[in-house]
Each structure stands twice: as C-alpha cells, then as structure tokens.
C-alpha cells in the first residue's frame, strides 16, 4: 500500500510555517463543549495511476479483492477513500464492535468525471446508452455507502458537503452523529481533487492528485450532559465509551417528555453494553459555539480544509514551541497551534491545540494528545 | 433546552406536484390525487420510462424580488420557496437575523445537477467533447466550452446559457446567506432517505443546544434526461407509459417499478420551550428516530430484513415507545417489486404482531418518489395525516400482493384517532431510517 501513496502532508512543519495564523478571539467561549475522541486517522494524496493501481490492488480486510462490479464502476474518490480507511483500520488496535460503526463521507465535487461522460453518451447516443450504474456509484450518498457495504458497517451512513468546504461539513454532522447516535463510533472520510507541483519542484507541470482522509472517531465521556436519550454514563476523564445510550434507557435513567405514554416500552434488548475495553484518544475534537451571533468583523475565520486539518494531525509535537497552559474556556493568546505541558506532573502529557474559528459555527479544536506521536511514528515507516 | 423539552416542528414549507402548502398537498392526498403525467418539460423520447410527477411551477415568495428570482436555477428556487415558507409559517421571518438558525439541507444531485443544466444549455446533441480530469471541479464552463459558440438546441434544462452557470458556493451557503440565517449549514444526501436524515440530524442539533432553531428538510428535481435514463435503464421505474395515474402501484401484485417524482420540504425545528416561550403553534413533536445500513448492496435491498427493522426498532426505542404505540405507518413502499416486498418483511420483523393492525399506506402512489426529497414530503405528509386526524392512502393498490400482507388503506383515505405516526424511508448505499412524530395538542 505504502508504494502506491504519495506522503501528505510533503512537508512536516508547523501550522505557523504555512501562514496559518489566527488572532485571539476577543469572544469568551463558553465552558460547554461537545466533544469526541479522534482514535486514528489516515491520509495520502493518490495519483492518477495510483487509483488505478487500487482498482487491482486493494484487499479487502479479509483478504479478498474487490468485488468486480465495484472495481468496474467505482468512483476514483470512493477508491481513494477505501485505501486509507482500511490503512487506518490495520493501524487501529481491535475496535469494539466495528460491525455497529457508521460512517459519513464528504466527497468534494463527487461523480463530476462520470457525469459528464454520461452527457457526452447521452448526447450521441441518446437515453440507452446511460449506466444504471452512474447515480448509485457517483453520486453524494454513494461514498459512504459503498464504504459501509465494503468494511460491513451497519450502522448510520451518509454522505455530507460535496462541494468547497466539505471539511466542516463532515466535522459538524460527525461530532453531532457521535454524541446522539447509539453506536459506537464513526468514520469520518474526506476526499478532493487537488493539483501539486511537479515531482521534487523539477517541472513547472503540476500533478492532479487525489487527496483522502480518513478519522476513526468515537464519543468521550462527556462533562456535558446531552439532553438525549442518546446520554452516556460519566466514566473516567479521558476515556472513551463507545457504547450506547439505549443501556441507560433500560436502566430508566433518562425520562422523556413523553413518559406518561401508556404505550412506553415494557423491555429493551439491553444489546448495546458500554464494553469493559477502554480506548484512548490520539486526540480530540472540541465543537464551542460562540455566546451570541458573531458578525464576521468579531472573528476573522480561519480556514479549515483537508490540507490543515491533516497538517495539524501530522505535525510532531516537539515541533511547536512550549506555551503556559491556557484557561480551559479562553483561546489561546496567539497562534492557532499551542503546546502544552500542566504544571506538576510527574510525567508531563504534552499535548497541542490547533483552533479554527468559524464566525457562524464556533471554534473547531483540535486537542492532539502524546499518545499521538506513537501513531505518527507508524505513519512514518508505512510512506517511507 | 432543558433535558425534559422535546424538539418541536412549528413551521413547514414545501412545493409538490400536489400544492405549494401543507393545507393543499394535504387536501390532495387525503382526496387521492395523482400528480403523475407524461413528462412535459424534457424531451422524453427514448426514455423507458416517460412519466412523471413533475414540479412544472416553483411559486415566488413575495418577499424575494422577481428579478433576483428569475437568475435561480429551479433547484435553488425550491429550496429558497420551502424555507421562506416554513420561516413565514413558524412566525419567525421578521426575527431571522436576530436568532441563531441553522440549517441543514438534504441535496442528493447538488452538483451533478448544475453540471447537467450547464451542458444541455451550452452543447448541442450528437456533439462530441473531450472530458478533462476534474481537478477543477467548478470550472466546469470553461473545461467544456467547445460548444458555447454553437447554437443550442432547446435544452430542457435551462433557457439559456447565463442562467446555467456552475455555482462556486455550495447551495446551502447560498440559501443562507439570501435567508440571512446566521448559524452553521450542512449539506447531506443519503438517497431516498435524506429527508429522515436531515430531520434526525437537525433534531440532534436542536437537542444539544448548539442552535436556536434548525432549518431542515431536502429538496430534488430529478426529472433530468440522466436520471431517468439512469433509473430506466436500472429497469426500476414503471413503463406503464399509457396509464400515468396508474402507474405507481406500491404493494399491488402488478406494480413495476417507481415512479419519478418531485418536490421539497423543509421544516422549522426548535426547543418545545422555546416554541412555547414564543408562542409558537406546534405541527408535531419529533419524538424518535433511528438509522442503519444493509451493508450488504448498493442497490438492492438487503433480503435479510434485521439491518433495516433495526433501524424501525431504534427509533421505538428513541422515543421509549413500544410498536403498537403506532397509530399510523406511512410507508417507503416505492412501488418496485423487490423494495415493497422487502419493507413488508421488515415491518413484521420490526412490529411483531402489530403489524397486522397498523395502517399502513405509500403516498408516493400519488406524488411520484421524488428520491432525495421523498422522506420529507412524506414527513409532511404525516403531519397533514396528523392535523386532519385521517390516514392517506395508497391509491391504485387493487390487488394486493399476498408477499405484501399489511393492514393496507387503498384507495381512500380513512378517519383515525391520530397521535403517534411513523414514516420509513430506505434508501440506496443501504441506508435506513425511521422516523417517529407525535401530535402536540
């Protein structure tokens, strides 16, 4: 797999270096967060005969390849998106229950080289010549259902986005879908076409590749309780409980508005159990509103596309210069990405915080956790 | 919202071949109207399947000036119609700006559909083109612009070519900011079951306290020359050609395939507090809603009903109901041979013995399935069914098939004691929903 990928992001280096900058935010955020825990990611930038190379070469986790139909009709983005979720899947430790995950998928201009060989058939051949396979496999829901047929996932699947600003798109319905959902978990796929310069800046040719991204997130016990039935019990901090809520519902925890139904529920399969593992984040994705509306003059908006969420998951902590550790409900005093390292501890946890500020969502943090570099180490040797 | 407040619907707006309003698409329904015809606004020669439930006439809201209207694609005037409607309706068009909305938009062919308006309006049939790689995707004018100095035949997609431009910003963003909504957007698309999606996720929204109010429903124009040529040659659409209003039969024994339909809704969700603290009337209380997927086809329905009565049994469980709470079932039921006989096993799988007494019916018999807005034109249609406390029904259902054994409502509509109404929506890539809606009285 390694030889087939292309190293993104090319250049390690902190979010400073690419003019990525942000001023503090003159707005105090309030203390509620939603959040998740980020277990993993996976990204590469495939090239033209690299996707081809995929439709071949590309084993299914249980060894097989791919079915011949999906080869056949599958859109370049779904197969990028494939390669790197069952990279991160290999990565991964055994998740519990991964045939209960869903998966949503944000494509970026998805179906467009299909569709129009599709016009150009139409044109000249009229309604008969049209596939009844182009709107299944190249269209918005199409990526995310062909990764939950393919990896088995049964649980909620949607695509989100399909144009410019994707990211956020997939980022907001995943962390909302995450919390309230009763599953364990989700993935979290991105794709886009982009163009990069020549090999090595050689050629003044540049190169369309196509860029993929894939998270494995999973709900943290929360500090903030959710006005759902979707609630978790509180376990310990920093943990993950990728369970559900519906136990809670059994041991009548939570009561609905609707409580005094003379049709309640008289029992529940009591299937979904919060499983004895415990998983630890590499990182963690933190969703504040603003207190008010902002205009756009309050927050100048930091831009968040593929390239910097993966630049800020990628970049080694060492990198980023040391910090004093913020106030947990203010932003940092300047720059996007932080480091930190809480006073008094024995064995200091060093972790970074990347923010992006979006003046109609919030701020998008991003929390990467020590535990991080051990995984970045195996992304390491896997593109070497 | 306090963790005893359910999310309320408390204002609605959509466009469908059977009326522009709750009041009128409910009238015709209950009253068993077909909206299905001979496709009129597309050459439809050629194509397997020459039927539809066509949207021919978008109305204008009066608050959007006509010039401004008239450089809409219909796509974005729909969009724009249901939201301004729903907004109109739940009292809130003059605080708009001062209150955080989001919205959250079901658009299953965004972009595909502008490609496709863009090509019939600047290329000429039986013109050939090369096809660049799509690494830059919205200049798709420029990338295919060998034809924009031939004369274009008469597309039936766009009169002419400046009308058809590719957008840069995707449609919500677009919607947003003319609505001058000040919170977040999402686009999303999971096939016929977007509508159930949009809903479910707008209610999560509403629920952690991140919005005011939520914006949410799905809109589609799918009567394009691709996707019935799509959908045709997937052999999934009727050819009962001669027989429009006939033509689509869910659960008869001589149905054979769906129709295409079209249409939107959009809905205004929000805290029960804050509906109260307003004085908002409430249409419905959304009380449950599950999800899953086949994981099994891209097509076709999964033959194991357990992944799809799964997702009918999460939303029960969601909203702490058992399955005889249901009053009222309104189907997916597109009227395809496999997909009726499938749901069927999946609602006495998910139901158990209730299932043999709740009604059931499939309102796409009347208003076409207008794919990625179907879920939310039935949503609409279970708060009509709720308002006026009668039942749709399924029209052109003479004969039921025995694989489809429900306790079915044919051909008229039926009076019913009305309180808790469920509405399935399954769609391709797998994708199941169920959504649960309760009357508020």
């Known amino acids: 797999m390694a030889r087939n990928c292309r190293q993104f992001p090319p250049h390690m280096g902190s979010i400073e270096e690419k003019g990525v900058r942000c001023r503090a935010s003159p707005i105090r955020l309030p203390h509620s967060a939603i959040q998740v825990g980020i277990l993993g990611w996976s990204s590469y930038a495939f090239g033209l005969e690299q996707l081809q190379q995929l439709r071949t070469e590309l084993r299914l986790p249980d060894g097989q390849p791919l079915p011949h139909?999906?080869?056949?009709?599958?859109?370049?983005?779904?197969?990028?998106?494939?390669?790197?979720?069952?990279?991160?899947?290999?990565?991964?430790?055994?998740?519990?229950?991964?045939?209960?995950?869903?998966?949503?998928?944000?494509?970026?201009?998805?179906?467009k080289e299909a569709t129009l060989a599709a016009l150009q058939r139409y044109s000249l051949d009229g309604p008969g010549a049209i596939s009844p396979h182009l709107i299944p496999n190249h269209c918005l829901h199409s990526l995310s259902g062909s990764l939950s047929v393919l990896l088995g996932l049964h649980g909620p699947n949607y695509g989100v986005?399909?144009?410019?600003?994707?990211?956020?798109?997939?980022?907001?319905?995943?962390?909302?879908?995450?919390?309230?959902?009763?599953?364990?978990?989700?993935?979290?796929?991105?794709?886009?076409?982009?163009?990069?310069?020549?090999?090595?800046?050689?050629?003044?040719?540049?190169?369309?590749?196509?860029?993929?991204?894939?998270?494995?997130?999973?709900?943290?016990?929360?500090?903030?309780?959710?006005?759902?039935?979707?609630?978790?019990?509180?376990?310990?901090?920093?943990?993950?409980?990728?369970?559900?809520?519906?136990?809670?519902?059994?041991?009548?925890?939570?009561?609905?508005?609707?409580?005094?139904?003379?049709?309640?529920?008289?029992?529940?399969?009591?299937?979904?159990?919060?499983?004895?593992?415990?998983?630890?984040?590499?990182?963690?994705?933190?969703?504040?509103?603003?207190?008010?509306?902002?205009?756009?003059?309050?927050?100048?908006r930091t831009p968040l596309q593929m390239e910097t969420l993966l630049r800020a998951l990628h970049t080694p902590i060492a990198s980023v210069s040391m910090t004093a550790p913020p106030a947990e409900d203010d932003s940092p005093a300047a720059g996007t990405a932080t480091r930190h390292r809480p006073a008094g501890e024995r064995h200091p946890r060093e972790f970074m915080v990347y923010r992006w500020y979006l003046p109609e969502v919030g701020v998008l943090e991003l929390r990467k956790l020590h535990q991080a570099e051990q995984l970045l180490s195996v992304w390491r040797e896997e593109a070497a | 919202?306090?963790?005893?407040?359910?999310?309320?619907?408390?204002?609605?707006?959509?466009?469908?071949?059977?009326?522009?309003?709750?009041?009128?698409?409910?009238?015709?329904?209950?009253?068993?109207?077909?909206?299905?015809?001979?496709?009129?606004?597309?050459?439809?020669?050629?194509?397997?399947?020459?039927?539809?439930?066509?949207?021919?006439?978008?109305?204008?809201?009066?608050?959007?000036?006509?010039?401004?209207?008239?450089?809409?694609?219909?796509?974005?005037?729909?969009?724009l119609w249901c939201a301004v409607q729903a907004l109109q309706q739940a009292?809130?068009?003059?605080?708009?700006?001062?209150?955080?909305?989001?919205?959250?938009?079901g658009l299953g062919a965004e972009w595909p559909y502008f490609w496709e308006r863009h090509w019939f309006a600047t290329h000429s049939v039986g013109q050939k083109c090369e096809i660049p790689h799509p690494q830059e995707?919205?200049?798709?004018?420029?990338?295919?612009?060998?034809?924009?100095?031939?004369?274009?035949?008469?597309?039936?997609?766009?009169?002419?070519?400046?009308?058809?431009?590719?957008?840069?910003?995707?449609?919500?963003?677009?919607?947003?900011?003319?609505?001058?909504?000040?919170?977040?957007?999402?686009?999303?698309?999971?096939a016929c079951a977007t509508g159930n999606y949009a809903l479910g996720l707008a209610r999560n929204w509403i629920r952690t306290r991140r919005l005011d109010l939520c914006l949410a429903g799905a809109c589609d124009l799918p009567v394009t020359p691709l996707a019935m040529s799509c959908f045709g040659n997937l052999r999934a659409l009727s050819r009962r050609n001669d027989q429009p209003q006939a033509a689509c039969r869910p659960f008869d024994r001589r149905r054979?395939?769906?129709?295409?339909?079209?249409?939107?809704?959009?809905?205004?969700?929000?805290?029960?507090?804050?509906?109260?603290r307003r004085g908002a009337q409430p249409l419905a209380a959304i009380i449950g809603f599950g999800a899953t997927s086949d994981a099994s086809h891209l097509v076709i329905p999964n033959s194991d009903p357990a992944p799809a009565a799964e997702a009918m049994r999460r939303a029960l469980a969601d909203a702490q109901l058992a399955p005889d709470a249901i009053d009222y079932l309104n189907a997916h039921a597109p009227g395809t041979p496999v997909g009726d006989r499938c749901e069927t096993r999946v609602i006495h799988l998910a139901l158990g013995e209730a299932a043999t007494r709740i009604p059931v019916s499939s309102t796409k018999s009347m208003t076409g399935h207008a794919v990625t807005a179907a879920s939310a034109l039935e949503a609409a249609a279970c708060l009509g069914a709720l308002q006026r406390q009668t039942i749709p029904p399924t029209i052109n259902l003479d004969e039921p098939d025995p694989e489809c054994a429900l306790c079915h409502v044919p051909h008229q509509a039926r009076p019913a004691r009305l309180r808790i109404v469920a509405s399935n929506s399954f769609g391709f890539g797998g994708a199941n929903t169920t959504l649960l809606l309760r009357r508020v009285a």
């Open chain 1, 161 to 300: 986005g399909g144009g410019p600003g994707q990211l956020v798109d997939l980022l907001l319905a995943g962390m909302l879908e995450t919390v309230q959902q009763p599953v364990p978990g989700f993935w979290l796929v991105a794709t886009g076409w982009r163009t990069l310069p020549g090999e090595l800046g050689l050629s003044n040719a540049t190169a369309p590749v196509c860029l993929a991204m894939a998270l494995a997130v999973c709900r943290m016990s929360s500090e903030e309780p959710q006005a759902s039935t979707s609630q978790l019990r509180s376990t310990e901090a920093g943990s993950l409980c990728p369970g559900s809520g519906e136990q809670q519902l059994a041991n009548g925890e939570e009561q609905s508005p609707g409580a005094d139904s003379p049709h309640r529920a008289r029992e529940f399969s009591g299937s979904e159990r919060c499983p004895s593992a415990r998983l630890s984040p590499r990182a963690v994705l933190r969703w504040q509103t603003w207190p008010r509306i902002l205009d756009e003059s309050e927050s100048p």
């Open chain 2, 1 to 79: 919202m306090s963790p005893r407040d359910e999310v309320w619907i408390t204002g609605v707006g959509l466009a469908s071949p059977l009326g522009c309003d709750l009041a009128q698409f409910t009238d015709s329904l209950l009253q068993g109207r077909c909206g299905i015809r001979r496709v009129s606004k597309m050459p439809a020669a050629g194509l397997p399947s020459q039927i539809a439930a066509e949207l021919t006439e978008i109305p204008r809201p009066e608050v959007i000036p006509l010039e401004e209207w008239q450089t809409l694609a219909p796509l974005e005037q729909l969009a």
């Open chain 2, 137 to 190: 995707p919205a200049a798709i004018g420029k990338e295919t612009s060998c034809g924009s100095d031939i004369p274009t035949p008469a597309s039936p997609l766009a009169s002419d070519s400046a009308q058809a431009e590719v957008p840069r910003e995707p449609l919500v963003q677009r919607l947003a900011r003319r609505l001058g909504l000040r919170g977040p957007t999402i686009t999303l698309a999971a």
């Open chain 2, 91 to 105: 009292d809130l068009w003059h605080q708009r700006d001062r209150l955080r909305i989001g919205l959250v938009c």
């Open chain 1, 69 to 111: 139909a999906f080869v056949r009709h599958a859109d370049e983005q779904t197969l990028a998106a494939l390669a790197v979720a069952l990279q991160l899947r290999e990565q991964l430790p055994p998740l519990p229950q991964p045939e209960r995950w869903g998966v949503l998928a944000a494509p970026e201009y998805f179906g």
């Open chain 2, 256 to 276: 054979d395939g769906f129709v295409m339909g079209e249409g939107g809704a959009m809905f205004v969700l929000e805290s029960s507090s804050s509906a109260r």
